[in-house]
């Protein structure tokens, strides 16, 4: 299993980033997938999630009405849009595999948000907003 991140960068405040997750190693659309962001000096944050299908779509309070997630099955990729990027916004930005993917069970927001239930993770890419 490999989730490689990117479209990380240097932006301003008020500006978008796309971020991309890149999967492969399994089969990409059996599984909900999240993003996940860790600020200096602070622990991990989960950030918005994915269902197999694209159709379910969580995000937490303090990204939601900014950002996007999304998912292209056919080509076994994650995305993070993010719009109207604050100051902190800037953190390190994983991509996650969802580790309790059971057939007919589905997840709910505080779910995704118990990080432990995760089980493969990208290396990361940085964004940082500057002001």
């Known amino acids: 299993v490999q989730l490689v991140e990117s479209g990380g960068g240097l932006v301003q405040v008020g500006d978008s980033l796309r971020l991309s997750c890149a999967a492969s190693g399994f089969t990409f659309s059996s599984y909900d997938m999240s993003w996940v962001r860790q600020a200096p000096g602070k622990g991990p944050e989960w950030v918005s999630a994915i269902n197999t299908g694209g159709g379910s779509t969580y995000y937490a309070d303090s990204v939601k009405g900014r950002f996007t997630i999304s998912r292209d099955n056919a080509k076994n990729t994650l995305f993070l849009q993010m719009n109207s990027l604050k100051p902190e916004d800037t953190a390190l930005y994983y991509c996650?595999?969802?580790?309790?993917?059971?057939?007919?069970?589905?997840?709910?927001?505080?779910?995704?948000?118990?990080?432990?239930?995760?089980?493969?993770w990208g290396q990361g890419t940085q964004v940082t907003v500057s002001s």
């Open positions: 996650a595999r969802w580790g309790d993917q059971a057939p007919g069970v589905i997840a709910t927001p505080s779910d995704y948000d118990s990080l432990l239930r995760y089980d493969y």
